[in-house]
């Protein structure tokens, strides 16, 4: 489902929802998001409290627990600004499970409606909001792209990254087999079902491999650090990066505050 | 020949799966065989939708007409059984399993039968016929060609459309080498199916009767529409004198009109043919001065746990099912591990979501927790069930008693564990306080290097997850201490 971003103005100030994966295991990535985001002239607001969507527990069925989390950051973002993610599975559980989650309680609910109209995933608000016109810096480069499931079928914003790295002119994005499919990360499942998860990630890692990229890059957290681990328990040279991070280290900076 | 399925998949624990997904995962030929045969299907199904917004119309649609069927369920079985028994078919109601068994055994047993020849029929393999047959000494012969196979090889069908997709070729040449009588091996495909037309066109003229299964009852005029490509399915409707046709009680729908627009889709999202070979329309038995059709018809509508998953809103969007395969074509996890690791009769992603309401949760917990939640099911599924909702939803039920008010589903709560209880109200504790979140994010960094080498089944194929040295909270402190 298209969504509709007639109504979405370019904001002076957004929030910034780093994810817990992000915060702790990847906040290289975050911080490159959010110079990326000021580089374009925008204040972004990291509210402290923030700790993470929920998801883990709600699609493991614990529906009371993941509420008990996701209640918590409904209050993070007073304001009506946009929310920016840099995951697309985390954005799709406040976008579009934050509402289901809530349904028993109108107030929180019509919280949760609210929030889920202003949450964007990074290169979602790239494209569709600021539409970014970035040019790349330094050498060609040839790069393999996973987009995750959720970024794919909940958010849809599997062709704002492609259309990203399109603009920088000295890119060229290989595609590999089976694109769409998933890395076989799923949260609790890489722990539940180790084999089948490992098969799934060990194929996805070889997939972007056998493009002959010199790296692959991915904006969800969950999916890099499943595909980028695999590689390096296989001490590969062919290794993964966050997109924010890749499009930061990659992009013209004029423009850039001082 | 005796290659009846005498074994029964009734239980499967959880670790039971988990060994034979692994043992699939770790046989390189047969990953390569699914990943092959799932391609090919996904290809011939997307050459059939060349266009995604006709096709959102025509699953809206379609979502549309079996929703509304089951809104109205009750009345229109009740009107599917008028109009059949007008047209001469003796209705018969199944709840479980073994009823349904009874009731044919009762009917073969009239008609002094030894031998019952079967078209597909999902519904079939669900409630074990073939095992219940055996056991009263009653053959019952598969003339599916995949079914056959299947069955001369005393396994379960891996996939519900096609049955024998797990085999290749050469252990087809062998396995007919071995079990039928006057065959030589041989490797050429034709070759092999004119053996198994040879065998089984003899035992469509000496059976007393034959059973099918049922792909849309039409409520309003009492018909029962097959949809099928060998003529095996017309063979065993019209031949024999009996005619028995087995289903599952969500099949119906109120008219004519609405098979139309779920055939179109259903046979484009299983094999990708805009229409199958054969398509039948029956709407009773042989009538005076008909040279050919049964002389006597039944039809056995199967519960088996349907009504469970009726009773609720959410969990009836599982009935909506045509049986198309399509989830399970594009579905990763069953891409690697094929059909026979599930233990139901109906595996993949739809299986995962019907086996909880035919076998309980005890015996199939496990099943709705493996899955990644990637979407590819709900994508494709051409009647749009949600079927990464369902699983969530199974998940829910399967670890937690049933909420006030709510009649508990049958094994409720059977995959509850005090770890995972545990774990998660921890999350929810660590994650609901900003401050203890806080003090465990520094802790972790500041401690990285306590970050356990072994972690429970990640580690196997990946490297350990280790907290950066700075969390980003600390990053942005510092950034602003520069300033």
Not at chain 1, 37 to 66: K, M, N, W
Not at chain 2, 107 to 115: A, S
Not at chain 2, 176 to 202: C, H, M, N
Request: net charge neutral; proline share 5%; glycine share 8%.
């Amino acid at each position: 489902m298209e969504r509709d971003y007639s109504a979405v103005r370019r904001p002076d100030d957004v929030y910034f929802f780093a994810t817990c994966l992000v915060d702790l295991f990847c906040p290289e990535a975050g911080m490159d998001a959010i110079q990326l985001l000021e580089r374009e002239g925008i204040r972004v607001h990291f509210p402290e409290d923030q700790t993470c969507c929920g998801q883990p527990a709600y699609t493991s069925g614990y529906a009371d627990e993941a509420r008990a989390v996701a209640k918590v950051q409904l209050g993070l973002f007073p304001n009506d600004w946009p929310v920016i993610v840099p995951s697309g599975s985390c954005g799709g559980m406040i976008r579009h499970h934050y509402p289901k989650l809530f349904a028993g309680d109108a107030a929180l609910k019509a919280k949760a409606d609210a929030l889920s109209e202003r949450v964007f995933e990074l290169t979602e608000f790239f494209v569709k909001v600021l539409k970014v016109n970035w040019k790349g810096s330094g050498a060609t480069k040839k790069v393999a792209l996973h987009t995750s499931c959720s970024a794919r079928r909940e958010m849809g914003t599997h062709l704002h990254a492609r259309e990203l790295l399109g603009q920088l002119g000295n890119v060229e994005l290989l595609n590999h087999s089976h694109e769409s499919e998933c890395c076989g990360f799923g949260g609790t499942f890489a722990v539940r079902q180790p084999d089948i998860s490992a098969a799934m990630a060990g194929d996805k890692a070889d997939a972007l491999k056998e493009t002959g990229a010199e790296q692959f890059l991915s904006a969800d957290g969950g999916c890099l650090m499943n595909i980028d681990g695999t590689l390096a328990k296989r001490r590969d040279s062919f290794r993964g990066q966050h997109l924010a991070s890749f499009l930061w280290h990659n992009t013209e900076r004029q423009g850039e505050k001082a | 020949m005796s290659n009846n399925t005498t074994h029964t998949l009734q239980f499967v624990p959880g670790t039971e799966f988990k060994r034979r997904a692994a043992e699939v995962v770790a046989n390189p030929f047969l990953r390569k065989s699914f990943r092959g045969a799932m391609d090919f299907l996904m290809m011939k199904r997307a050459a059939q939708f060349p266009d995604p917004e006709l096709l959102e119309r025509q699953r809206d649609l379609a979502e549309h007409i079996r929703r509304y069927s089951l809104s109205k369920l009750p009345q229109l079985l009740e009107q599917l059984e008028a109009n059949l028994t007008r047209n001469g078919v003796t209705v018969h109601w199944a709840e479980t399993p073994d009823e349904a068994n009874a009731i044919i055994l009762d009917i073969c047993r009239r008609h002094d039968t030894k031998l019952m020849v079967k078209g597909k029929s999902m519904v079939s393999e669900e409630v074990e016929l073939n095992h219940a047959m055996h056991a009263a000494g009653i053959d019952a012969l598969e003339s599916d060609m995949g079914e056959y196979i299947v069955q001369l090889a005393d396994e379960k069908p891996s996939h519900i459309i096609m049955p024998a997709i797990h085999k290749t070729k050469q252990q087809i040449a062998e396995l007919f080498a071995a079990k039928v009588p006057g065959v030589s091996y041989t490797e050429d495909v034709d070759a092999l199916i004119q053996i198994g037309r040879d065998v089984l066109r003899k035992k469509f003229m000496e059976a007393e009767v034959g059973l099918s299964g049922v792909n849309f009852a039409v409520a309003e005029t009492g018909t029962l529409c097959l949809v099928e490509n060998e003529g095996n399915g017309r063979m065993c409707t019209t031949v024999p004198n009996v005619h028995i046709a087995i289903t599952g009680i969500e099949k119906v729908v109120e008219k004519l009109e609405h098979v139309v627009p779920l055939y179109g889709l259903l046979t484009r999202s299983a094999t990708g043919q805009a229409i199958t070979t054969y398509f039948n329309v029956i709407t009773g038995p042989r009538r005076e001065g008909e040279k050919d059709g049964p002389k006597e018809m039944h039809l056995v509508l199967v519960d088996n746990g349907r009504t469970q998953a009726f009773a609720d809103e959410q969990l009836r969007q599982t009935l909506q099912c045509i049986r198309c395969g399509a989830c399970m074509n594009h579905c990763p996890v069953y891409t690697r591990i094929g059909g026979h690791a599930y233990g139901t009769t109906y595996p993949g992603p739809i299986g995962k979501i019907v086996s909880p309401h035919m076998m309980g949760l005890a015996a199939t917990h496990v099943l709705p927790g493996a899955s990644t939640l990637c979407g590819a099911c709900g994508e494709v599924c051409p009647v749009k069930i949600p079927i990464p909702d369902l699983l969530i939803r199974l998940r829910e039920e399967a670890t937690h008693d049933a909420k006030p008010g709510h009649a508990p589903l049958v094994g409720q709560g059977a995959g509850k564990t005090a770890f995972a209880s545990f774990a998660f109200k921890g999350f929810a504790f660590l994650y609901s306080r900003p401050a203890l979140y806080r003090l465990f994010t520094w802790t972790a960094t500041r401690f990285r290097f306590l970050t356990p080498a072994k972690q429970a089944g990640w580690t196997d194929t990946r490297t350990p997850l280790t907290p950066a040295a700075k969390s980003l909270r600390d990053l942005l402190a510092e950034r602003q201490n520069r300033r």
